[in-house]
């Protein structure tokens, strides 16, 4: 008889685990004492060892998904045992489950629906995904998909990730085409046994749904899509005149693809990934040696008038929701001041003298408006329609300017942090924003946040507030003009900042004692190293 095998409880402060690994595969045999899986704990990562002998027959939690402790982890059986029914009466997945089982119907169709069939639906890839757009597809109908292989890239509103497939049989029927967008939920694609009809199943299926009365014990399979899992795969490297020869080369599934369309042998490519690994962009930028790079810009008569239309991306359409849900919403007002840097710019010049050691204006900024937001716990608040909530720990988001818009990593109790550690910190966020490599917890929880232009010159502007925060900074470039001290007209160095305030929960005077708090740690930045 099959068994069904839990999520165990590894220490006796665990309420979930995370499959890390699956050392066993559906149609395994397993052993008493095999290791099925490396769950992680909130304490360490533990090797899962089976006390059943069997085959494995049904896999719950997927590599890199959560679950609670007692949620259906795998069944364990005989090899061809039917399981319908402990899937369907088996124990609870307290984290929503992968796979379900809906009725669908066909009107125009009186047999069963053959077994195998799998729906795969528009994953939800971010905590903010409303929608994803289907940027490339990796298979076309009728090809056959193996568990593992990349089925499609999918753009989201914060990255474009590879879609990797749970399953195997032969792609059936794809919902969403290329550059198509659609909520989460709705048909993505049918997988199953090779020459299937399931037109039927195509037409009545309604984002995630099925519609129209059922026909009696008709059942397919949904694939409820979880986070995309993109692995490397290890290739042989092949000696090259012009590459150093290693033992192997990591390369994503896509870019492997993609090079293999496109007759690109590996072992001419550098990779720019994480530790050399060959990912999209190198098969994309590959130019073979001793090939000149031709223009493709057609050439446009003089007075022609020309426009080109790009198709908002998903990042784009979430940026646009929420300011204008901010601006409208929040009642902004501004509050601008000018701060002497002429400390500043000297304490910067000293302090980077020191070994090792480099600090921006901005990294000096961001410390200060930590230090203040704990003396002004106001600022550092959030608006409910019941109440206002102040924050005491302190998480300051950054804005850094990615390719398709905006995108705000977080520091973290940013006022425990040196300078050293913001300068650090801040470099990173940003060169894995640009990467699109972020995780969802580095992007959320700010309590403040600060924009910055003054590297590219811009000496005053205002900003929209990043909500659920109740004011944002704008810091502008310093320069350097001509100022009036002790009656004297002298040189000097000064920086325009404009603070938007919610004046919901925001007042005036309050701003107003958080920026004079702040003028005091930035024009007197030795305070800051207390």
């Not at 399981?83 to 069963?112: F, N």
Request: net charge negative; proline share 4%; aromatic share 4%.
């Amino acid at each position: 008889m099959a068994e069904i095998i839990t999520m165990p409880r590894l220490s006796d402060t665990m309420e979930e685990g995370t499959v890390a690994t699956w050392l066993k595969k559906v149609g395994d045999a397993v052993s008493e004492g095999d290791i099925l899986a490396e769950i992680e704990t909130d304490k360490a990562t533990m090797e899962f060892e089976s006390f059943h002998e069997g085959t494995l027959l049904h896999i719950g939690i997927q590599e890199g998904e959560a679950a609670k402790v007692d949620s259906l982890l795998a069944i364990i059986g005989k090899e061809g045992e039917d399981i319908s029914a402990l899937l369907s009466q088996g124990p609870k997945v307290a984290a929503e489950k992968i796979e379900e089982v809906v009725e669908v119907t066909d009107a125009s169709k009186s047999a069963d629906i053959p077994d195998g069939v799998v729906v795969v639906t528009m994953p939800r890839l971010s905590d903010t995904m409303e929608e994803g757009t289907v940027a490339t597809w990796l298979k076309k109908p009728g090809d056959s998909v193996n568990e593992g292989d990349i089925l499609a890239e999918i753009e989201t509103d914060k990255a474009t990730m590879e879609f990797e497939s749970f399953n195997e049989g032969t792609l059936l029927h794809i919902g969403i085409q290329e550059g198509e967008s659609a909520k989460v939920d709705a048909l993505l694609a049918i997988i199953g046994p090779k020459g299937t009809d399931i037109s039927g199943l195509a037409k009545n299926f309604t984002h995630g749904t099925a519609s129209a009365k059922p026909v009696e014990d008709t059942k397919v399979t949904i694939e409820k899509a979880s986070a995309p899992v993109v692995k490397e795969v290890e290739v042989p490297q092949v000696a090259s005149p012009t590459v150093n020869s290693s033992d192997r080369i990591f390369v994503s599934p896509l870019a492997k693809k993609m090079a293999e369309d496109k007759g690109i042998h590996l072992s001419q490519i550098r990779g720019s990934g994480e530790h050399g690994r060959i990912i999209k962009r190198d098969i994309e930028n590959f130019v073979p040696s001793g090939v000149g790079v031709q223009s493709n810009v057609p050439f446009v008569p003089a007075g022609t008038e020309q426009s080109e239309s790009t198709t908002n991306s998903p990042m784009r359409k979430a940026i646009a929701k929420r300011l204008s849900q901010s601006k409208f919403s929040a009642p902004h007002y501004y509050l601008n001041v000018e701060f002497d840097m002429n400390n500043a710019v000297a304490f910067r010049t000293q302090f980077n003298t020191l070994p090792n050691t480099k600090i921006s204006f901005n990294d000096m900024v961001i410390k200060a408006v930590a230090l203040s937001l704990k003396q002004c716990p106001q600022v550092n608040g959030q608006w409910f329609e019941d109440k206002i909530q102040q924050n005491h720990h302190v998480h300051v988001g950054v804005a850094v300017a990615v390719e398709d818009g905006l995108i705000v990593p977080v520091l973290r109790f940013a006022n425990e942090q040196s300078m050293q550690q913001i300068n650090v910190a801040v470099k990173d966020y940003a060169q894995r924003a640009q990467q699109k490599k972020l995780s969802q917890q580095e992007i959320e929880g700010s309590t403040f946040t600060v924009s910055n232009l003054g590297m590219f010159g811009i000496e005053s502007f205002t900003s929209i507030i990043n909500q659920p925060n109740v004011a944002i900074l704008s810091v502008g470039a310093i320069v350097q003009k001509p100022v009036v001290k002790n009656g004297a007209v002298v040189p000097g160095h000064v920086m325009k900042l404009t603070m938007a305030c919610d004046h919901r929960v925001v007042d005036g005077a309050t701003g107003a004692k958080f920026l004079q708090t702040l003028r005091g740690y930035v024009e007197n930045p030795v305070t800051m190293l207390a």
